[in-house]
């Protein structure tokens, strides 16, 4: 993610007020969204933090700052994230890394149910 990305998702999310408790999905690690693209968790992540939006990163890697690991496509997984009151799934460039594009948005739909918000992003430079 730029930085630019993560400002204007920022803005974005804290220009709403039904966006909490939101769902990071590809989250990936602490270390990835602090130490090596630290604009991540400096420019999104912690201002969102101290705006009151429960943040919860879900990754397929277990590591440090993941907190719930699994695949989304998993029913399990997926029946779990349903029943966590979610409002807001936040999907930044991922979705250029799945095989089944269609399945993971409609995944993410019936997490945040009716009302709820799926905010979608990709690199305009990946190669296909």
Known sequence: ??????????????????????LNLGSSTAAFREIEK???????????SEAGVAVVHCDRKKAEGVDLVGDILDPALRAEL??????CVLVANLLEHVRDRAAVAAACEQIVGPGGLVLATAPSSYPF
């Open 82 to 87: 349903a029943s966590g009151g979610f409002r």
């Open 1 to 22: 993610m730029l930085e630019a990305e993560a400002v204007r998702l920022r803005e974005i999310l804290l220009g709403r007020e039904d966006v909490s408790p939101l």
């Open 38 to 48: 630290p604009h991540v968790d400096r420019a999104l992540f912690k201002p969102l």
